[in-house]
Structure formats: structure tokens, C-alpha cells
């Protein structure tokens, strides 16, 4: 568009006259049958239309042309096609805590925030403590956890990508915490691969006899992996280890002081307590390693379990 650049062209836009009072209505060509008179053009009627347009321009950045048609709709474009498709846009989330399956993704996402973990070791349980003896277990490792920022362009099928979502760990008496299963999500044959590996349950607690110290060793973090994607990860980290159980000697023929581990905590959630005696505690939420067991009095205890793993996919247009 452009505005009249004839002689009698004006720099300044003449002002409005006033309203006649009428009914505003359209032009129109007449009706000599009804006697209906032809509209007249008013300069200030161009004007109010040129303004109009140019404003549009000015708000979009954009200088009048003269011969340039489509000004006006390239202004439109710039200044509000973006509104309808806005970048970064939270569309929706989607939480899985447990079993398998696939994810589907909106046709209208076009980034996901992937928050994911592993499940979480069992404490490690206790044998029965013998003759003033003392037991603690140690306890169960955290999952490990990644969060990832990435485009959905990156997957071959954003309506079937599929994700396994690992369990706690199982605390068994007498025996070492069994381990948290794997949490993955996504197919090395046909795009990201992201897989946390999940925490070692806790050493079991054998008997301690009185007058000596002894202790279970540390059970060890699951292991973040990330293949066929180099894109933006906010955090890919192990699992915390599960602190070892510990008995410290009394004097002379007294039992030892039991103290079972800690279980690791999480991003998500605490590990289990600890005990000085009977059974570990459960964690407290999703990654998080089972507390151990320990024993003073000749009964074997279980560790708690681990926290299930989880799967959380942040949707963004």
C-alpha cells in the first residue's frame, strides 16, 4: 500500500469533520428507479481507510510501498501468526509410575522435557544375631536419573515410543536387597535411547560378635545411558550409593551398637530410615534405596524396598 503522493497530496492528515447525525450505513451506486442518489466519496472516508492500514504497517515495522499488494497481510502474518502457534507453550504432562507401554505425543508438541528414573535397591536384610552378637545390613542405592530437553523431530514415530518403567527393589530377610529394575524410554533402532539404570539393593548383614566393629559394604548407584542423541540433557546423573551398616564394639562381652544404612535418597523422594533393630524401612518415593535391617536380638529381619522408578514427559508446543 501507499499513500497519495499526488500535488495536492497534505503532509498532515486532514481532521475528521463531525458526525451528520445519521445513520452510518454503505455506499452505494444509487437507484434512479427509487431516486436513490449515488454515495459520494469523501476524502476523509480514503483517509480513515488508509490510516487504518498503515497502522498495521507501522505496528509490524514495515515502510509503505508503493506497488506492494499485500503489505497489509504480510503485517497480519508477522504480528500475529506467531500467537496462534506459540514456542515453549507447557500443552500437557504425562506421568507413568509403573509397567510398559508407549507414549503418544500431541501433533501440536513440538519440544518434550523427558524427567525420568530407575527404581530404587532394597535395604539389605539381616541374619539372625548370635551370642551378644550384632547385625546391620546396608542399604539399598538410589536409581539413576536423567532429564532431557528434545525434539520431537528426533524420533522416528511420536505416536508409539515406548518406555519400561522399572520396579523397587525387594527386601528379603536374611539376604541382600535385590536390585531396582531399569526405567528406559525410546528405541535405539529408530531414534533416542534413554535408560537409567537402577540402584543395587543393600549387602546383607552377617553377625558381628561382641567386642568387635565390622561393617556391610556400600551398595552402588543405577548408571544414567543416553545413545543416538546429542541433544540439550539438563541432568543425567547416578544413582546415590546406599550407605554401609555399621556395628560398633561395646566393652567386653557386650553386644555391639547396631546402625543399618540409610537408604539413598532421590530427586523424587527420601530413602528408607534406619533401625537398630528389626526390620528396614520402605523409601519414600519413586528411585529412592530401601533402609536396612539390623539385629540384636537373634531374629533375622528383610531391608525396605526401593521406590519404583518413573516416567514424566512434559509436552511444550
Not at 513440538?110 to 539372625?128: E, K
Not at 523397587?168 to 526405567?183: E, F, I, P, R
Amino acid at each position: 500500500m501507499f499513500l497519495n503522493d499526488e500535488p495536492s497530496s497534505v503532509a498532515d492528515m486532514p481532521a475528521m469533520p463531525a458526525a451528520t447525525g445519521n445513520t452510518p450505513g454503505w455506499f452505494t451506486g444509487g437507484n434512479p428507479a427509487s431516486g436513490q442518489g449515488p454515495s459520494l466519496v469523501r476524502f476523509w472516508h480514503v483517509n480513515q481507510l488508509f490510516a487504518e492500514f498503515k497502522a498495521f504497517l507501522d505496528a509490524a515495522g514495515i515502510a509503505p510501498q508503493k506497488g506492494a499488494l499485500n503489505q497489509v497481510l504480510t503485517a497480519c502474518q508477522q504480528m500475529f501468526a506467531p500467537a496462534s502457534a506459540v514456542q515453549g507453550r507447557l500443552l500437557r504432562t504425562q506421568i507413568f509410575n509403573g509397567g510398559t507401554g508407549f507414549v503418544s505425543l500431541l501433533s501440536t508438541t513440538r519440544l518434550i522435557r523427558l524427567s525420568m528414573a530407575a527404581g530404587g535397591g532394597a535395604g539389605g536384610g539381616v541374619d539372625a544375631s548370635q551370642s551378644n552378637g550384632a547385625c546391620a545390613g546396608s542399604a539399598g542405592a538410589a536409581g539413576a536419573e536423567i532429564v532431557a530437553d528434545i525434539l520431537v523431530s528426533a524420533f522416528a514415530n511420536t505416536s508409539a515410543i515406548p518406555f519400561i518403567i522399572g520396579t523397587g527393589g525387594v527386601g528379603q530377610s536374611a539376604a541382600n536387597g535385590t536390585n531396582g529394575g531399569a526405567t528406559s524410554f525410546g528405541s535405539s533402532t529408530s531414534g533416542p535411547y534413554f535408560s537409567c539404570g537402577g540402584g543395587n539393593g543393600g549387602v546383607k548383614g552377617g553377625n558381628v560378635g561382641p567386642g568387635t566393629s565390622g561393617q556391610t559394604g556400600q551398595s552402588i548407584g543405577g548408571q544414567p545411558t543416553i545413545t543416538n542423541w546429542s541433544g540439550t540433557t539438563r541432568r543425567a546423573k547416578w544413582g546415590i550409593n546406599g550407605p554401609n551398616g555399621l556395628v560398633m564394639a561395646n566393652s567386653g562381652n557386650a553386644a555391639g551398637v547396631a546402625l543399618s544404612g540409610i537408604g539413598a535418597p532421590s530427586s523424587f523422594a527420601s530413602g528408607g530410615f534406619n533401625t537398630r533393630n528389626g526390620v528396614g524401612s520402605n523409601a519414600t518415593g519413586y528411585a529412592a534405596g530401601g533402609g536396612a535391617a539390623a539385629s540384636l536380638d537373634g531374629n533375622a529381619y528383610a531391608g525396605g524396598n526401593g521406590g519404583g522408578g518413573i516416567l514424566i514427559v512434559d509436552e511444550y508446543s
